[in-house]
């Protein structure tokens, strides 16, 4: 009988822990009507940091939250995580849209910045400590919420993206848009790319978010060229230069490319990786800073 007791006791206790992925309905301005989905974990860092994961054409935030290692992570250092969810143009963000590329104007990139917001207010997060990462379209809108928005995440990390405003003016942003011609690799110069941050947010004189790209060279839908011109555009943004290559980082199919020291900008290329370079959690954690 005391036995029994105890087995249902424990029982209680534990259906009442096990954080888990919750929708949050009303977290504020939501433009194009997207989703949030997030994950608090059950040892919350006192000033947590938040991270912003964005899933690729096709998906969903939940299925995102599925598709890495990060909640484990939080689940270790106490670091909150955002998920995103698109309905909208085959669950692909709106990337090519002038709304998003434009400080305020609106857009995904609006909607998301408010989930940031409603999250920092709700859990006394660290606002000097929000970032983003994302796989393809997820890439592409982390390179657009550092363009858009640089007073609000501190750095990205983009899985086979491209560079902010790359897709400017199209009518969507899709495998199967009609104009492929950001995907397959456009080109500007560094000085191009870098003024097309600036005119996101006239004015802006603060830090830029650190940025880190990764590509496999065998991508075929989203071209490698598409990973150069980004850190082309990320070089002239953040004022450094190209520094080094490392052979065999974080991998023997991989080649880093450092600027500067490495503290806020980095590259990485795979070898025989194609479309998408699957995410390596822990380089990521430790460009945002936190796993050591």
Known sequence: MLLSSLFTMLALVASGLGAKLEQVANFGGNPTKINMYIYVPDKLASKPAVIVALHPCGGTGPQWYSGTKLPSYADQTGFILIYPS??????????????????????????????????LAKYNGDAARVFAMGSSSGAMMTN???????????????????????????????PFAPNQTCAQGLRHTAREWGDFVRNAYPGYAGRRPRMQIWHGLADTLVRPQCAVEAL????DVLDVAWSKNVTGTPSS????????????????????????????????????????
């Open 86 to 119: 698109t309905p909208n143009q085959s669950n692909c963000w709106d990337v090519q849209n002038a709304a998003s590329l434009t400080h305020r104007a609106g857009g995904d990139a609006l909607g998301i910045v408010n989930m940031v917001n409603y999250t």
């Open 144 to 174: 657009v919420l550092a363009g858009s928005y640089p007073d609000v995440f501190e750095a990205g990390s983009a899985y086979s993206g491209i560079a902010f405003a790359c897709s400017a003016g199209a009518a969507a942003a899709t």
């Open 253 to 292: 199919a991989y080649t880093q490319m450092l600027y500067g020291d490495g503290t806020k900008l980095q590259g990485y290329f795979g070898v025989g990786v194609g479309h998408t370079a699957p995410v390596n959690e822990v380089y990521t954690l430790r460009f945002f800073g936190l796993v050591s």
């Open 232 to 235: 082309k555009q990320w070089s």
